[in-house]
């Protein structure tokens, strides 16, 4: 567990253009399975919003991962996108 602090007088902010690239790797996250589960509605949902953020290659995964899932897991993906994205 961190035990420190956070120096945010020098702290640098990310980059916008590193936002696209966060995202994508949420979804690649979900997609592999690094955390045990694979969760083909969370990694949808993050490669739409990296493909929405301008990460074309996030397009293809979303459609690979659509592939494996139910008309009403990508509605569930696409409404948790839309909630994301009015929320940040």
Known sequence: ???GSF???TATL???SAIPDV??????YWASGR?????LVAAHKWFNLAAVKGRSD?????REVAE??????IAAAQR?????????
């Open 35 to 39: 955390s045990g589960v694979v969760n």
């Open 14 to 16: 990310v980059q916008a």
């Open 7 to 9: 120096d945010l007088d």
């Open 80 to 88: 948790e996108a839309r909630d994301w994205m009015s929320t940040h």
């Open 68 to 73: 494996l899932m139910s008309e009403t897991e």
């Open 23 to 28: 995202l994508f790797e949420r979804g690649l």
């Open 58 to 62: 996030a397009i293809k995964m979303r």
């Open 1 to 3: 567990m961190f035990q």
